[in-house]
């Protein structure tokens, strides 16, 4: 009861306030889908009506609960027709415990592997109870196709808080989903518009019983047996000319075609007066259906033709004589009039003995009494038609009612040789290229990567050319390498094209984001005309580098400089694999590049080709480079160049400066002070000689060389005394502070 009174509401709403994508007046009716078989197995309409309980189990051992898992696909067959699902969808599903618990379950709609909709509902369940429980959504106006239609169910369970498990000696704890049994209809219930009226074969007019025969096709998204009637009871027609009140016709016939069920309507206009010649009528049509015995209405339009008295008349609009040059064409403009009292639909045909190609816009016209229409007719001479030659082309316009209602008009075409024409024109191919970007209106090359762009050559003249095709750049050099194939076109017959494919690849050395390129054309007939067609090209890099260097690097010979900076991949959709290159100024500058390493946060070399540091998309990481100055390095500045390359060896950032500068490596205090003791034992020995010689009178002097013979001999030959050698202190690491963000 509930369900219908849902149904009426629903159908009221649809009535008062047309949804999109609804037929006017479109209804819908609910439909119970019923689960069998395995967790693979059928869903359909077909109530069960066996006592044999199926199920599946969706809880095994306290283990399971809390975790969601599948249940089970229960698919229809193929369905008979396309149809609308909208408004309230229910679920209804046995659950049987050994364990007091909640169970929640989510049914899920879905076909051609497209989720629909889905809904959840839960409800409690005793230990040893089997009880049914359900819930209800709305579904959303959803179209669908005549494929089948699956129900996936999912489940997840938890335990009712103060119970426990069964326990040991009655096993696990279970927690199934019955079904398959008349006791146990678990199922899915979905409002669809599942029955479908449309016009069947073309109504048949008796005029000598005023009388016309309509067909009409009722079809039903589950099939015909069972759910379509096969008798008159179930289907009803009215009609009446558009603007007038309807009146009831009768069923002939109702006839089983299989895939559909053919209602033959007799609709009698004895005792009414019908306009003249073809109009239209307003159908209104019902089927009651035995699915969810509810009838089903459409309303359609038809048109009868109650037999006029028409005439025709052609006129050209224009001359009927004119001059077409050969690879053109002459074009006729004729009105067509219908002079006679009634309606008809006229036919138009020619008739060409030369072999002209003829064409017309119009092959059927439908005319009221007095109108009128215009219609164009291309006559085309062929190639091998010569100057001068004439060809006659009738026209004939014929009543479809009646061949002897017909008029007839003469066309006069003449070929002549065209003059020559060496138009042609250059285009670039955009549609169907990945690389070009319609909101700059330009090419976007990536990480410097190689792009081929389409470019389309037409000839457009009336004489078969040749063509040669270049590049042009503004830049100086060339900030690319370029490939045009071919770059000579030969014999292009007219009206053809031919697709040229340019390749380009940015050059190693050009640093620039934007710049464009022209594609020029210059055809070998009508002294070298000349076409030509501007590319934009963007370059964009996914690498950028914050190197955060705000004072000059430097350390001494035999120390090592570390600096830690950001890196990141403005790819938002793409990983990269990087690594860094490094490139001297000059060539002593390029003695340092050996001297670089760089390492990921983790301290892992970051290398190519065996180890590259993988960025993901939009991620941004810290990497350390190292400088380690070898000992018998030059003193001096080192200017060096670095930049990320990709795994294909490609350039995808900007080159950052890397500065730094090779200090005098630092002494010792063990070195100072041996040198310091040598210096003072030699010293001594010049003070001793200088006293010796100052004192020069001979008492003295012999005295002093009985003295100085007792002078130990460590005074007269100085020793350097032996030092044990001094290990060297550890390298200098220059720590360097935050940021700056390379240009």
Known sequence: ??????????????????????????????????????????????????????????????????????????TTSSLYASANISGDWSGKAWISTNRDATVTLTYTLIQNDENLDSFQFEGEVGSGETVAIGGESDFSLTG??????????????????????????????????????????TSVSISISHVQISEGSPSNHNAGQSQVTVYLHVSDVFGVDDILGKTAGYYNMRMAPEGESLWSSTVDKVTDRGDYVEVQFIWSYEGHTLPAG???????????????????????????????????????????????????????TLSVENTGSGSD?????????????????????????????????????PDTASDGQ??????????????????????????????????FSVGVGKDENENYDFSCGCFVISDRAEIEITIILTNEGNQQNNYNLEVISDESPNAFSLDFNPSFVSSLPPGQSINLILTLEPRDDYSGQSTYLVVEATSS?????????????????????????????????????THSFQISNTNMEEAKRIYFVVS?????????????????????????????????????????????????????????????????KLRISDQADLDFVATQATVSEESDYLLYSVLVLVLGGVLVYGYRNFSSDDGFEDEYDDELEEIPELIQTPVVPEVKPVEAPPPVVAEVPAAVVAQ
Do not use: C, H
Request: charged residues 20%; negative net charge.
């Open 584 to 648: 001297g100024i000059n060539a002593n500058d390029n003695l340092a590049e050996g001297w670089i390493t760089f390492e990921d946060k983790d301290g892992k070399l970051i290398d190519y080709p065996s180890s590259l540091l993988t960025l993901l998309p939009s991620q941004s990481v810290e990497v350390t480079l190292r400088i380690s100055i070898p000992s018998s390095a030059d003193i001096g500045s080192y200017n060096l160049k670095m930049w990320m390359a990709n795994d294909l």
């Open 525 to 561: 007939g009508d002294g070298r005309k000349e076409e030509s067609e501007p590319i934009s090209i963007v370059l964009e890099q996914s690498g950028n580098m914050v190197m955060s260097i705000s004072s000059p690097l430097k350390a001494p010979q035999g120390s090592t400089i």
């Open 278 to 332: 073809e109009n239209s009528y307003t159908l209104e049509a019902g089927a009651t259906d035995l699915l969810s015995e509810i009838e089903w209405s459409i309303n359609l339009q038809t048109t009868i033709f109650i037999e006029p008295k028409p005439d025709i008349e052609i006129d050209p609009v224009s001359s009927v004589s004119k001059t077409a040059e050969l690879g053109k064409s002459a074009i006729y």
């Open 144 to 185: 669908i196709d005549d494929s089948p239609l699956t129900l996936l169910i999912e489940s997840t369970w938890t335990a009712t808080p103060g119970s426990t498990p069964p326990p040991p000696n009655e096993g696990n704890t279970t927690i199934t989903l019955e079904y398959g049994a008349s006791s146990r209809d």
């Open 390 to 423: 004439e060809s006659p082309t009738q026209i004939t316009v014929t009543a479809a009612s009646d061949s002897d209602i017909y008029d007839t008009l003469t066309l006069l075409t003449t070929a002549s040789e065209p003059e020559p024409d060496w138009d």
């Open 1 to 74: 009861m509930r369900r219908a009174l849902l149904f009426l509401f629903f159908a009221m709403l649809l009535l008062l306030y047309p949804q999109g994508g609804t037929a006017s007046g479109e209804t819908f009716a609910s439909v119970d889908l019923y689960i069998y078989g395995n967790p693979d197995g059928q869903l359909q309409i077909d109530e069960p009506s066996t006592t044999n309980v199926e199920s599946v189990v969706i809880g095994d051992g306290e283990q399971s609960a809390g975790n969601t898992q599948e249940v089970g696909r229960w």
């Open 345 to 381: 639909e006229f036919i138009v045909t020619y008739d060409n003995n030369d072999g002209w190609t003829i064409d017309i816009d119009l092959y059927d016209l439908e005319l009221d009494a007095g109108d009128s229409e215009n219609i164009k007719v291309t006559v085309t001479p």
